[in-house]
Structure formats: structure tokens, C-alpha cells
């Protein structure tokens, strides 16, 4: 039996936190790095190169929620209202083309920054979430470094993924467990000119307990739910595709 305070506290708190299961992505590179994969339960942020990458940014949010488990489950997507009015809100049409099913999402305005913050702890306090897209307008000052350990807590405690989308180039302190940075790049053709897989290039800025990567320029298989390297000097573009319009 432990015989002090701090061994009981150290005892209550693996109670209350569940292991994090690990999914890999399906890119070698991506998934040793971390170790075995994505880690559910936790929170991970991400966000655009430039300000033009938004919309591909959006894009990797929705297909790393799908990979982690939110195809088969249900994903609560909370945005603020000022950035659906910047960006334009998410177009079912698009989202279909990524593989989701528009009727597992659940979409949240949240009126302005404080009340998307609320909103987002108690959507991460819920184990009923799966998981939790959460999307501020601009560099959202209030998700520092003590609000994302409180959302990272919360989410190792209910089992519930969590993914900050940030809206804006550029980078605050957080407590994530990944950081990603995001731009658009062209998709590579199908046979007889066919459009192909949905493209984008990504880094791996920083993670806990790990070395970042380099970007890598993948391609999303929304049949198999799982990420491609996308071989070949084919430059990065501007633009985002069909995932959000006005």
C-alpha cells in the first residue's frame, strides 16, 4: 500500500488518466517519429504556413480527426464565429470528397473567443465527444499555455482527442503534444489526367518527448482513411481546395 500524500496522488492520477492509444497515419516517417503514431487523448495543434494555407489546414484537421478514429465515431467541430466569417464555414460537398459523413459532425459556433474556450473544455471534459475540432479566429491569444494544459488534461482524463486548429500563421507557448504546420501543394494525377489524391505538405514542428521532421508533402486516401508520401520535386502553391466557402 502506498504510505505517503504523494504516492497517493501519483496512484489517483494514472487512475484518472487512461493510456494513449497510438494511430499510425500510414506514413513510415510520420509514425516513427512519433513512436507508433498519433496519440489519442491527447491535444495536438496545428496551423497554416501563410494565411492562404487556412483551408489546407482545415483540411489536415478533418483528415487527422477521421484517422484517429472520427469516421466511425462522431467529431464536434467548434469554430468560432468570427473566423467562419473570415474563412467561410465548412462545405459539405468538400467534406464528403474527404471521406466524412457530414451527418457524425457535429458543428458548434461559439460567438467569440471566451465563449469558444468554455465551450471547447466542456466539449474535451465529455467522453461522448470522440473527437473535438477546435477552431479560433486569429492568433486566438486565450489558448496559451495554461488554457491548452487544461484542455490537455481534460482530454488525457475523458479519452477524448483534441485538435486545435489554429486559423492564423504563426505560433503562441502551448502544452499540445504536436504541433503541425501546414501548407497547400498540388495533388499528383490519376490515370487519363484524373484528378488525384487531395494533397498538402506538412511539418511536425514539435512534440513532446520526440524530435520534430522536416515537411513532408503527403496525399490523403479517403477510402483507406490513411496518409501517402507524395514522392517527387512538385513546388508547393497557394490555395486550398473545396473543404470550406462562404
Known sequence: MPESLPELRRLALECA???????????????????GGVARARLHELYPAETEDAAAACGFALMLALSLGGRAGNIVWIAEEASEKRLGRLYPPGLAELGADPARL????APDAKSLLRTAADVVRSPAAGIAVIAPNGP??????????????????????????RTCAGTLPSAATTRWCVRSAPSRPLEADAPGHPALSVELVRQRSGAPLPPLR??????????????????????GGQLARA
Open 17 to 35: 488518466t487512461p493510456a494513449a492509444a497510438r494511430v499510425a497515419l500510414g506514413v513510415a516517417r510520420i509514425d516513427a517519429a512519433l513512436d
Open 106 to 109: 457535429l458543428f458548434v459556433a
Open 140 to 165: 486566438a491569444p486565450g489558448f496559451d499555455l495554461t488554457a491548452t494544459r487544461r484542455l490537455t488534461l481534460f482530454a488525457e482524463r475523458s479519452g477524448v482527442t483534441a485538435i486545435l486548429l
Open 218 to 239: 503527403l496525399e490523403w486516401d479517403r477510402d483507406r482513411v490513411v496518409f501517402a508520401p507524395l514522392s517527387g520535386a512538385v513546388p508547393a502553391v497557394a490555395g
